[in-house]
Nanobody, 127 residues
Framework: QVQLVESGGGSVQAGGSLRLACVASGYTNSPTCMAWFRQAPGKGREGVAVVYTDDGNTYYADSVKGRFAISQDNSKKKEYLQMDMLKPEDSAMYYC????????????????????WGQGAQVTVSS
């Protein structure tokens, strides 16, 4: 059974940085893609970033480009989200998501493609 565990959430002032980590267990092989989504109160779940584990290609939401960086470790079962220059509007619950059958790059932020989700890590950015 695949399980995802996030860590690294917290509270920070605007302009600060946080780093999230997600560890995937239960995979016979590594997931084909690992993504981060976030959901603020009263809003839908939106894609933040994804890394395709085979070729290392990454994609980002426009709102975080240039500020966030997604990466994976050599095992391809652990991913990170480095978040710099944080803004109050980045405050949300952040979720790690993975899939073995992954969407094409133009659909990477479609949450319905990801069957496995972590429990979430809260990120709060104060102004």
């Amino acid at each position: 059974q695949v399980q995802l565990v996030e860590s690294g959430g917290g509270s920070v002032q605007a302009g600060g940085s946080l780093r999230l980590a997600c560890v995937a267990s239960g995979y016979t092989n590594s997931p084909t893609c690992m993504a981060w989504f976030r959901q603020a109160p009263g809003k839908g779940r939106e894609g933040v970033a994804v890394v395709y584990t085979d070729d290392g290609n990454t994609y980002y939401a426009d709102s975080v480009k240039g500020r966030f960086a997604i990466s994976q470790d050599n095992s391809k079962k652990k991913e990170y989200l480095q978040m710099d220059m944080l803004k109050p509007e980045d405050s949300a619950m952040y979720y790690c998501a993975t899939a073995s059958l992954c969407p094409s790059a133009d659909l990477w932020d479609d949450k319905d493609w990801y069957p496995y989700w972590g429990q979430g890590a809260q990120v709060t950015v104060s102004s």
